[in-house]
């Protein structure tokens, strides 16, 4: 039987053209058929780093890639990681039973994982639901740091992720392996202020961010971003929904952001001036202390610009009444 040829497809021979930056310089970027090998399905786990946070067995993609797969087989190989033979990841079978409902069911039986994705958990996925038993596999040693950019690097080429999903994945290289924005960058192939304005787009609202995941139809990433610098909550929600029940067009989420935007700006300023009206001057401070060290009882000291106002004197039973009565009458007399 004549060996089975791999298509590497344009998605994967950019994934590993772009991995040239980020393996070693003694790792090859070319992946040619002698690197390919069949392994079991269920020998594989995913990649826990996956920047790809959702994936629905009833996707439709997800179900016609199954079906070509099916009929073609798996034409473009998985790109793998050996597992450490001590790791106590959980195995592909407890990925699926913690997800929704919708998962496919664990088969019977599996054998010892021993490897685990950096790349292509949707054909995997595709692969397992077509009832595949043995999938094509690139092997590669790399760093958690070099799987999580892998993993990223494909799933831009193949515009996967979400908006949410992306700026995570950026996140995730500059907090967890102290990348800064610009080798982000570099290593994903964008500008800098594409990562910059990825990146502010987790300062939404849980529920905005959750309205982005979620990709619906008329709110996109250019609507999420109009309404960032929208101080409260309330209002980032507020607007979100107003966009959606409106069909606002992006430019016209900006507008509205704007008069929000500087409704916060005039509510903060009515807000600091009365905050200033109600600071008391130092030297009102200082004399209440004074009466408060010579009296001995709490003291309510108020005055206005024409020094006008009250003086109140607290106390909490009748020998401390009749103390001040000694004290501000007696003495007098």
Known sequence: MAKQKFGLGRGLNALISGASDVL?????????????????????????????????????????????????????PLVVTRL??????????????????NASPAPASSNSYQFQLIAGERRWRASRLAGLTKVPVVIKEVTPQEMLELALIENIQRADLNPIEEALAYQSLIEEFGLTQEQVARQVSKDRTTITNSLRLLQLAPKVREALISQLENFTEGHARALIGITREEDQIAAMNKIIALKLNVRQAEELAARIKAAERADAAAQEVLASSQRRPPDIEDLEAQFRNALMVKVDLKRNARGKGTLVLHFNNQDELERLYSRLVKNEE
């Open 24 to 76: 070693p310089p003694s790792q090859p970027s070319r992946v040619d058929e002698e690197n390919i090998r069949e392994v079991p399905i269920d020998s594989i786990i995913p990649n826990p780093r996956q920047p790809r946070r959702i994936f629905r067995e009833d996707d439709p993609r997800l179900l016609e890639l199954s079906s070509s797969i099916k009929q073609y087989g798996l034409l473009q």
């Open 84 to 101: 450490n033979p001590e790791s106590k990841e959980k195995s592909a079978d407890d990925w699926f039973a913690d997800e929704s409902d």
